[in-house]
């Protein structure tokens, strides 16, 4: 692929895209959206991205896969196992002290790895008491593996023994499922951060190794909604790689590494 970000072939393969999987790839860092593109048209031996774009429209298991390669749907049961034991530790039950019930929102929610580390921290700290849980995502079918809640050995890996022991059950092939009470907890919807609505009042979002992969524009928009989304004295919880610079002009202010709070509380 020669140039093809800066021609018009990438614009019309953009559109095919946005019309197949609904993604605007324009929201896409330019070199990195090119190394991934030349990845995949390497991979499936293409010489353009108009036969990539050909290829789609009819295979609808290549378009399958083209959009987990594009979304990147990767995630684990306590990934970064110390920002986890931060949360669970001092950022939730201080909340906790001024909520009696607490909205989260998992936003990229992948196949739910985040979200339900989360259920599963609030039912230690506040057993059996009903919190408002959301976790979104723009590929149909994460938020169906989130559904189905069957993950690998790999993938709760460093989730604590205790809480493995506690909340999941063998499963077919080696697998775990994890408790349908806490599945049944979690609303998931799917959810374009990029065109949707936010949610308001929310006193936790989990937003992590999601934008790095948009443009600057992007994510600035992205921190300002989801400060919008917060209520006063929430968290916004980022990737460990990912840092918020100048936040106080957004409105929050740096709790820890990985944590901002909005101000107002």
């Not at 607490?102 to 739910?112: K, N, Q, T, Y």
Request: with cysteine.
């Amino acid at each position: 692929m020669t140039q093809a970000l800066l021609d018009s072939e990438f614009t019309v393969f953009r559109n095919r895209v946005l019309k197949l999987i609904g993604l605007d790839l324009e929201y896409y860092k330019g070199s990195q959206l090119k190394r991934r593109l030349d990845a995949f048209l390497r991979r499936h031996q293409l010489n353009d991205l108009t036969a990539l774009a050909h290829k789609l429209e009819k295979d609808t298991q290549l378009l399958k896969e083209f959009r987990d390669y594009l979304t990147i749907n990767v995630s684990e049961f306590y990934r970064n196992a110390e920002k986890f034991d931060e949360l669970a530790r001092i950022h939730l039950p201080a909340l906790l002290k001024k909520h009696q019930t607490l909205s989260v929102w998992s936003a990229g929610c992948s196949h739910g790895a985040e979200i339900y580390t989360v259920t599963m921290i609030l039912e230690e700290l506040t057993p059996g008491r009903k919190h408002q849980l959301l976790a979104t995502d723009v590929d149909n079918y994460s938020l169906e593996r989130a559904g189905q809640a069957i993950y690998t050995e790999n993938e709760v890996r460093s989730l604590p023994e205790r809480l493995r022991k506690r909340y999941f059950h063998p499963s077919i092939n080696g697998s775990l499922q994890l408790d349908r009470r806490l599945v049944e907890r979690v609303e998931l919807r799917r959810h374009d951060l990029l065109k949707d609505l936010f949610p308001r009042g929310v006193h936790l979002i989990l937003c992590r190794n999601v934008v790095i992969y948009f443009t600057e524009e992007a994510k600035a928009r992205l921190y300002q909604r989801f400060v919008e989304s917060l209520a006063p004295g929430g968290l916004l919880f980022i990737g460990a790689t990912e840092t918020i610079f100048q936040p106080q002009k957004l409105g929050l202010d740096l709790v820890a590494s990985c944590f901002y709070r909005k101000q107002g509380a």
